[in-house]
């Protein structure tokens, strides 16, 4: 899994000084015409990004804690109530993400 994410982030870093470059390359009188298509493009992939990669990791969050408490309560039940808080806490991440994304579309 942390293959794919360092690969996922590869190809984000190599793509992203083409799409600038090319966007520079473009003539002045049609890239006044596209600045709004391009800024609204851009908008969309950050918040795709933003909720995609927030949810990512929260589900690998809540794997790695489900499966410690999973493992913490066959040997102690009375440990299943103080598991509860941190497996919400991971989820939270995922609720971050979609408010970060909320925020760029309304807002920009």
Request: proline share 3%; with cysteine; hydrophobic share 60%.
């Amino acid at each position: 899994m942390k293959r794919v994410i360092i690969l996922l982030v590869l190809v984000l870093a190599s793509t992203s000084p083409i799409l600038l470059f090319a966007q520079e390359a473009k003539s002045a009188s049609a890239a006044t015409a596209e600045v709004a298509g391009d800024s609204a493009a851009w908008k969309y992939i950050a918040a795709a990004l933003a909720v995609g990669l927030s949810c990512i990791a929260g589900g690998i969050a809540v794997g790695q804690i489900g499966a410690a408490a999973m493992g913490a309560m066959s040997e102690n039940p009375e440990l299943s109530g103080k598991a509860l808080p941190y497996a919400g806490l991971a989820e939270g991440i995922c609720l971050w993400g979609f408010l970060v994304a909320l925020l760029i579309l309304v807002l920009n």
